[in-house]
């Protein structure tokens, strides 16, 4: 599955406000006092988390971006970064080499508009693999299928039920587990032993969000016209009417997203710095 850079460029500024503001803050808490802090970005994109993120750590930076998709990539590579930050691209297919991404040295993996995408058997190898290195995990922006519309339309719930159901279909990594991802990865990750905090990250879009608004629901009718289940004439009717209500400045929409940050109990740097002063000669 590809995703546009013009379009990432135009949902960037929705995303970065609407990041829950208690989960960014517990993962800056996590770090306060590190001398640095060494992060992979997984599904980097042109490099919006990195944007997003790294005013709220330690100044020192090392930041891992991994993709799959090159042009994206190459931007996330030139992105603006703090001074202190030295950020290495890496070419690589999540769905096949997500150990060659956390191997290393790391202290927080991040992950933004991506565990939608992934199905529940990633999930599972994601949170063993994380669970394994002991790794914090920032997991933002994650869609879960709550949408709201404004002035509601007869047509909303059939159009919003064949775009969650479209959600669930294959992005790369198996059946998408789409709007249930977020739920499912808290609960996996609580399971294995991690403190999780998680909070809501909805775009709050109105008349002003006329750009965004008109692409989120072209790509909604988009993905109803494939699934097949909706009359193309009623889906057609159902854009216009609702494009009619976004050049008159009377349209809004909510739609629903989840944060969470995971984090072991016990870290690397903490057992790392255990050990140490277990083993110095005192
Ligand atoms: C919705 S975009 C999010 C990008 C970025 N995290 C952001 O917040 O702007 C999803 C990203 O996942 C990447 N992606 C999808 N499947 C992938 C895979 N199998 N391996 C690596 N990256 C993948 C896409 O190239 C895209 O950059």
Known sequence: MSFSADWLALRERYDRSARNRDVLGRVAGAFVGNPAVAIVDLACGTGATLRAVAPHLPARQTWRLADNDLGLLARAAATERPAQAVVSPMPLDLARDLEAALDGPLDLVTASALLDL???????????????????????????????LDPADPFDTAVVGAVNRHQRRDKGFGPALGPAAAAAAVARFAEIGYEVVQ?????????????MQREVLSGWATAARELGELALADLVAWLTRRRDLIEAGRAGMRVGHVDFFAWPIVTRRAERSQSNSTSSPS
């Open 199 to 211: 909070g809501e990250s909805d775009w709050v879009l109105g008349g002003a969000d006329s750009e």
């Open 118 to 148: 992934v199905s529940a058997a990633w999930l599972e190898r994601f949170a063993v693999e994380t669970a394994a290195r002991r790794l914090p995990v920032y997991a933002a922006l994650i869609y879960d299928g709550r949408v709201a």
